[in-house]
């Protein structure tokens, strides 16, 4: 199983409406649509993961509040500034959420 993460993201809300609409008009199952956002959720870890080359860095001014529950870090951060090579943007507020990068199939598994 792969994080949901991206599903609260705009691409991942798209998917979700237009399979709801599908399903209202019959022309798929629930049981498809799950199989599709597990998919979903599969293949844009991996993509991310395995395609997306490019680094930045950030400095926060201040570090607000932090978690660490089951696995993911949280991080709310005040006046940050993100630099990739020569560009730099500066925003207000910013939330991370960061979780391990292993694959999370691979760490259930071990863990019987």
Request: with cysteine.
């Amino acid at each position: 199983m792969s994080y949901q993460l991206y599903r609260n993201t705009t691409i991942g809300h798209t998917l979700q409406e237009s399979l709801d609409e599908l399903i209202q008009y019959g022309q798929i199952t629930p049981q498809l649509a799950c199989k599709v956002l597990l998919q979903f959720d599969k293949s844009i870890n991996q993509t991310l993961a395995t395609r997306v080359k490019s680094r930045l860095t950030f400095k926060a001014g201040k570090l607000n509040t932090y978690r660490f529950c089951d696995n993911v870090w949280t991080f709310m951060l005040n006046d940050v500034e993100f630099r990739e090579v020569q560009e730099i943007t500066k925003i207000d507020k910013v939330k991370i959420v960061a979780c391990d990068g292993k694959n999370v199939s691979e760490e259930g598994s071990s863990k019987k």
